[in-house]
């Protein structure tokens, strides 16, 4: 007798098994935690340029993209970090986990996405608009705003953080405007392919998963029992971000600003933590990666079912 597996639970045990597997290897073979190190990370914003090229190859941005939604969410995030952290450290005292919690509430909308919004079949240009513009108010508004709620004076280059998701965002959407336009040869390959980006995004889920077990494993005096607790907090957050951003969006717009919010840059809170305060502030983004994917891996199940009926 064959087994039907619908499309969506197909998904979801993808992404699962992407996420246990890359959590898998470095601890079970600690050498492999140089290359996830050194040089697995290298190919994610490759990775992220190109499925972003086979998400904007059918997108057209209009108007209709935009929503007051993309000025709340703004609002949100500050308003998010600077309660969290005052809650957090009011309720455990301990001052990492409420910079852990300051952070994901700054952390801005992932890059990839656009990618899971179109597998959802939502509008990925809304989601694009909400990239550009987050990673955009992060990158300037971030150090003033630790300055003002920590007290640390940190130094972020801004304007290089803003390049590079310009660059990130910019070269696949004026390659996918220049194919559609010009080449449409090379447009209709990639809509050919156009299903890719999906296990591209596996790829991208193995080696982010990989790199943040490699950085738990090399870390010293941590109990299960502290991991857990930032697991919590993060999956606490994470379940917020979901929700609040689902009420934050135009009516038509509900699930994309869910997203939006949700699913965050977590790479480069990760950068945040390690480089201007310590690692266990790192491990708070680090665990929000796996909450924010067990939720997609979810969502991406009722929309296979939904399809289904």
Not at 44 to 69: E, R, Y
Not at 214 to 234: C, G, K, P
């Amino acid at each position: 007798m064959k087994i039907h597996i619908n499309p969506g639970i197909r998904r979801m045990l993808c992404l699962v098994s992407a996420m246990i597997l890359g959590g898998s290897v470095p601890v079970l073979w600690r050498a492999s935690g140089t290359f996830f190190d050194n040089y697995a990370g290298n190919f994610v914003p490759l990775m992220i340029m190109v499925m972003l090229l086979f998400s904007f190859i059918d997108v057209n941005f209009s108007k209709k993209s935009t929503g007051w939604s993309h000025v709340r969410i703004p609002v949100f995030m500050v308003a998010l970090a600077t309660g969290a952290y005052f809650l957090v450290k009011k309720l455990t005292g301990d001052e990492n986990f409420a910079i852990m919690a300051f952070l994901i509430g700054m952390t801005p909308t992932a890059n990839a996405a656009p990618v899971i919004t179109h597998l959802l079949g939502r509008r990925e240009d809304y989601v694009t608009v909400s990239v550009v513009s987050t990673n955009l108010f992060t990158a300037f508004a971030l150090a003033p705003l630790v300055a003002l709620v920590i007290g640390n004076a940190i130094q972020i280059d801004t304007f290089a953080l803003a390049w590079k998701t310009i660059l990130l965002i910019g070269i696949p959407f004026v390659l996918s405007v220049l194919f559609r336009n010009f080449v449409p040869a090379a447009a209709q390959f990639i809509r050919r392919w156009k299903f890719l980006s999906f296990y591209l995004w596996m790829v991208m889920l193995f080696t982010v998963c990989a790199q943040s077990a490699a950085y738990i494993v090399r870390q010293e005096n941590l109990s299960l029992m502290i991991l857990a607790e930032i697991f919590a907090l993060s999956a606490i957050l994470c379940a917020v971000n979901f929700a609040a951003g689902y009420q934050l969006g135009e009516p038509h717009f509900r699930r994309e600003c869910s997203q939006s919010v949700g699913q965050k840059n977590t790479m480069l809170m990760l950068w945040v933590g390690l480089a201007f305060f310590n690692p266990i502030v790192a491990l708070g983004p680090t665990f929000y990666v796996v909450c924010h994917n067990l939720w997609n891996s979810w969502q991406l199940r009722a929309a296979g079912k939904k399809a289904e009926n």
